[in-house]
Nanobody, 122 residues
Framework: QVQLVESGGGLVQAGGSLRLSCAAS????????MGWFRQAPGKEREFVAA????????YYANSVKGRFTMSRDNAKNTAYLQMNSLKPEDTAVYYC???????????????WGQGTQVTVSS
């Protein structure tokens, strides 16, 4: 089992950048594929990015491709989401998740953090 805590959210102007972190407890972090999801008010939770347990492969939603970069440091039990060129439509609560399937489907991730708010002003 793994517990996840996100940080790094905040308020930023359009065009700005933020770096989210997802700190994991436990010794098994490196066994899990990791994902970032987001949920805006009144909308379904949507996939943002995923990374394999080794960090060797990443996968992005079309809406963030070229602007967001996901990475991980298994020695630090931490995953990251670097968000550049932010847009107002990126405003949402961002969640990190751990699982074993490296898919864009939230149902495939059994472990979730509590979320961190990202607000992008126009």
């Amino acid at each position: 089992q793994v517990q996840l805590v996100e940080s790094g959210g905040g308020l930023v102007q359009a065009g700005g950048s933020l770096r989210l972190s997802c700190a994991a407890s436990g010794r098994t972090f490196s066994r899990y594929d990791m994902g970032w999801f987001r949920q805006a008010p009144g909308k379904e939770r949507e996939f943002v990015a995923a990374i394999r347990w080794s960090g060797g492969s990443t996968y992005y939603a079309n809406s963030v491709k070229g602007r967001f970069t996901m990475s991980r440091d298994n020695a630090k039990n931490t995953a990251y989401l670097q968000m550049n060129s932010l847009k107002p439509e990126d405003t949402a609560v961002y969640y990190c998740a751990a699982g074993g399937s490296w898919t864009p489907l939230a149902k495939d991730y059994p472990y979730w953090g509590q979320g961190t708010q990202v607000t992008v002003s126009s």
